[in-house]
């Protein structure tokens, strides 16, 4: 067995290493930016070694740092676990010729799998089914359009070198395609260094289908069963869970089968997972399963696998690295219950999932659900990397069953001040689609209205702030009494500010909502309240022109100048946080009155970036 072991990332998914490391004695070195010098997963490992700056590129990314780290502290072994290199070939071997172990896929079956088209061309070879779509080497716009027209639309635009929901576009119509492509090839190319692109065919009902693979350095692959992520939002994944919902036995040999022949393709070793998109429009059957790409590394939803076959699937890494063989043969698999796995971002559902960033005054979750989370109360949300906070990861005998502990996971779940999309989590589960297993990559968007939390609290909400405002205020003159028929009950008023706003409420009680630091937290969210102000003005002032940035981020595209005249829904702007892009749009027709900011500028949330004039300014 591996006796040390230094992890390449950062956050949640390192102190989930450094979790089963412990278990199995071996010894863990962090490393990490001058920025997460205090992060738990620095305080946990065994060792740790700045490497550099906030900038990924600057220390996550910087593979001879990596390796300078792993000599000075003895390390025997380097675990990526995923993002940052964790598919790098080029790092693999540089592990491997360091004399270390690399604690993932070989780096032939990396480069195999790593581009999209190459990747689909030796599935071909290998008897897998492929998505319909355009492979080819000619990139030129005209060439691209043409295949696009000729596949008919929708179509999906993937950079050739893309992962994790970056590099993708859904085309509708012809006319939309240029600007898309455009689009797609700039992220590309800022995310992955090649702006290559292929086309799909877009599948109206999707289901996202993905089988978890493991091979030795024996000869020996086998699957450890599906999982479904088609609860999407922007080709991200929201919840995962494991088995797929509507998966017969037959159709789950089938596809579990093709995954483990793609696998063997490649002389793959290690944990995999095999995607498949599915024509989940007369259900889930063997013809209408394709492949789509396949990640060489661990999964951010691993959870679930583990909690349907009672196995530890970083352990089955560290063994596998280690020479030993797969600690199951398949026989010995088998799916026990469901599991779900909700991912908790800091963000805004409310102002179009905007990224939210600050301190952690407030994280609390339910007892009884498995957290993943690379942070602690206390701790802050930072812009430099993934907005994700933890994962929520429930299981139980049914599917139902796990909706509803879900659900009720995501609803108990405390954070302030940073924002986060709770209460988007808990509609999602409780949803009767979702809970029925109506599920495709639609679902959200479909059901965006119900699952988006309103901005304004609920008469609930209102009244049992006025409740937890009794103890402090008393009766008067905050209170009084109205009713004045004879025999008539009286009932109390109490005059509370919940959000900024003012309300005049009587005070109820309302379940499942607790009270800490002036904020009430009920069913996923947040409620700053207190007593009304005696000099609080209502009503705020309509917007005059003035553009202000929704979120701290990097203004990636100025696309008017000052003076310019411009339409409205005309985008000037576009800013970059967190992996997201948000344009910026003109609010009516009229004239760049102001233009604050230059393409690279930083800007912090609420900064002024930009003035309309309905004028000829």
């Known amino acids: 067995m591996i006796a040390s072991l230094l992890i390449a990332n950062r956050g949640e998914i390192a102190r989930r290493i450094i979790r089963t490391a412990r278990t199995l004695g071996i010894r863990t070195i962090a490393v990490h930016s001058d920025v997460d010098a205090d992060m738990p997963f620095v305080r946990e490992a065994d060792a740790a070694v700045c490497i550099g700056t906030a900038a990924a590129a600057d220390s996550y990314l910087r593979q001879d740092r990596l390796l ?34 690399w604690v993932g896929a070989p780096p032939a079956a990396i480069r195999a799998m790593g581009l999209k088209d190459a990747a689909k061309a030796r599935m071909i070879a290998a008897g897998v089914p492929v998505t319909p779509g355009y492979l080819g080497e000619d990139q030129s716009p005209q060439r691209l359009q043409a295949e696009a027209d000729a596949i008919g639309y929708p179509v999906l635009i993937k950079a050739v070198a893309g992962g994790g929901g970056k590099g993708m576009r859904q085309v509708d119509a012809p006319a939309d395609f240029a600007e898309a492509l455009a689009s797609c090839q700039r992220e590309a190319a800022a995310s992955f260094g090649d702006d290559r692109v292929l086309i799909e065919k877009y599948i109206l009902s999707p289901r996202h289908i993905e089988v978890q693979v493991f091979g030795d350095t024996h000869g020996q692959v086998v699957h450890l069963f599906e999982r479904d992520c088609s609860l999407q939002r922007r080709h991200q994944k929201v919840i995962e869970e494991a088995p797929a919902p509507g998966m017969d036995p037959a159709t789950r040999a089938a596809v579990c089968d093709a995954a483990v022949r793609a696998a063997k393709a490649v002389d793959y070793v290690g944990a995999g997972t095999i995607e498949f998109i599915a024509d989940a429009s007369e259900g889930l059957r063997a013809d209408r399963i394709w492949f789509m790409e396949m990640n060489t590394r661990l999964q951010v939803e691993h959870p679930v696998t583990e909690a349907i076959t009672g196995q530890d699937l970083v352990e089955w890494q560290l063994r596998v690295a280690s020479g030993e063989p797969l600690p199951k043969t398949q026989d010995e698999l088998a799916i026990h219950g469901w599991a779900m796995e909700a991912r908790l971002y800091a963000e805004n559902p409310s102002t179009g999932f905007l990224p939210s960033t600050g301190p952690l005054e407030r994280l609390r979750f339910p007892e009884g659900v498995r957290v993943d989370s690379g942070v602690e109360e206390g701790g802050a949300v930072t812009p430099f990397y993934d907005p994700m906070i933890a994962k929520l990861i429930v299981h139980g005998a049914t599917r139902a069953q796990a909706a509803q502990r879900l659900s009720a996971a995501a609803a108990g779940t405390q954070v302030w001040p940073v924002r986060t999309n709770a209460a988007f989590l808990a509609r999602a589960a409780a949803h009767p689609d979702f809970v029925a297993g109506r599920v495709d990559t639609g679902f959200i968007a479909r059901h965006a209205d119900t699952l988006i939390p309103e901005t304004e609290p609920s008469a609930a909400v209102v009244a049992a702030a006025a409740e937890a405002l009794l103890p402090v205020l008393g009766t008067t003159p905050w209170t009084a009494l109205r009713g004045f028929r004879a025999n008539a009950a009286p009932v109390m008023q109490v005059a509370v500010e919940v959000a900024g706003q003012p309300y ?114």
């Open 68 to 101: 300078d780290a792993a000599r000075a502290t003895g390390a025997e072994a380097i675990h990526p676990g995923y993002g940052f290199l964790s598919e790098n070939a080029e790092f693999a071997e540089a592990v491997v010729a360091a004399g270390l172990v």
């Open 504 to 617: 005049v409420a009587e005070p109820a009680s309302l379940p499942g909502a607790e009270v800490a630091g002036g904020v009430l937290f009920a069913d996923g969210e947040a409620w700053p309240f207190g007593a009304r102000r005696a000099d609080r003005l209502g009503g705020a002032s309509e917007g005059d022109g003035a553009l202000l940035a929704p979120m701290p981020g990097r203004v990636i595209a100025v696309v008017v100048a000052q003076g310019q005249r411009v339409s409205r829904g005309e985008r000037l702007l576009v800013l970059e946080a967190m992996k997201m892009e948000q344009a910026l749009l003109a609010p009516f027709d009229g004239v760049v009155a102001e233009l604050k900011v230059v393409e690279g500028a930083q800007v912090t949330e609420g900064m002024l970036l930009a003035r309309i004039s309905a004028g000829d300014e």
